[in-house]
């Protein structure tokens, strides 16, 4: 399959073209990296002499001999003969040992244009902010959003897709690049997109970490997944486990969660307090690296509908540039609190709530109790955009998904 563009992820990348930088593609493994990387090695073709443009994808058998530090910059200088600059794409760099020293070798030298990518937060961040301090600029490479779904389904399949059907179908399958290479079930899709959880595990945690444990490791990510949307703590974990028979200290929880957070697997929004202005250090939400993983692990249910919503809006609004929260207001609790460039909005993700008169109170009482003058939303599956009391905004998801940025 020819690859599709995806300018919202490549764009932001092309400014730091020639920047004397490292540019670092991160994100969960089969998320697009490797494809937005090939992407922009053409585009830098297109523009180079013939043989300025190096592109190494470690994951290639064929590269076997540069997973180390010293072999690899023998290879790249043995590569670079001409004077002037070359563009070097290291793709899955921290499979090579001592990568980071070629790196910061080349970056002293002054000769190449660099751009890596990686599966793993800290590794990279550690290794980066340890030897190149200062001298590198961070993109987060995510799955398909619900616009780019759609414009691959038309790219596949030739014909221009049914937002309600295929709206349906991005909630179960989620947005992994790969599974749209071929026409396949949901079934088929979700066997795909376990493999990948299971690589991440395995090759973005296990073989990084020191896990003494591994089926306790994948309890406690099948549990996040289980949870997504909903705020708990590593001693949460604990007692269910405990309720389970099994044994696990809350510390090691957490060194867990923090494991899979650095693989991607999960994301955590950390909460805020509205009225203390400050960061909640406790009771946490957890989002999937892409919301299929809940989906293709526990099954399709209704019961994951509301945080699946959650997750789909909480990773629209981070590739539209903001920040994001969980808001906490007196006991109450704001699904989101988004802030980009000085300006905030409130949102609350739910299913629907206009038929049932607690689960409308539940959903706006929150937001009525923001005492400031930004905007508040509503986002749900409701089938029209209304005006609420208090000047709340309602949009459907799906409207959300595909119009401009919140006002």
Known sequence: MEAIARPDQLEPILPFVGAPMVKVLTGIRRGGKSTLLQMLADKLTATRPPGRVVLLNFEKLSLSP???????????????????????????????????????SLLAEGRADLYVTGSNSR???SELSTHIAGRYVEFEVQTLSFAEHLRFVEATTGAEPDIETEFRRYLVRGGFPGTYAVALTDEQVYRAVSDIYASALVRDVLTRKV?????MLRRVALFALDNIGSPFSAASIARYLKSQRRQLDPDTALNYLGALTEAYVL???ARYDLQGKRLLTVNEKYYAGDHGLVSAMLGPSDRHLPGILENIVWAELRRRGHTVHVGKVGQAEIDFVAERHGQRTYLQVTTTFLDNPDTRQRVLAPLCAVEDAFPRYVLSLEPLALQLEGGINHLRIPDFLLGDDLR
């Open 267 to 269: 994301n955590k929004s």
């Open 123 to 125: 590794l990279l961040s």
């Open 211 to 215: 896990i003494r444990n591994p089926d």
């Open 66 to 104: 540069l997973l180390d530090a010293i072999e690899l910059k023998r290879h790249l200088d043995a590569t670079m003969t001409e004077d002037g600059t070359y563009c070097i794409l290291l793709d899955e760099v921290q499979d090579v040992t001592g990568w980071e020293r070629v790196v910061n």
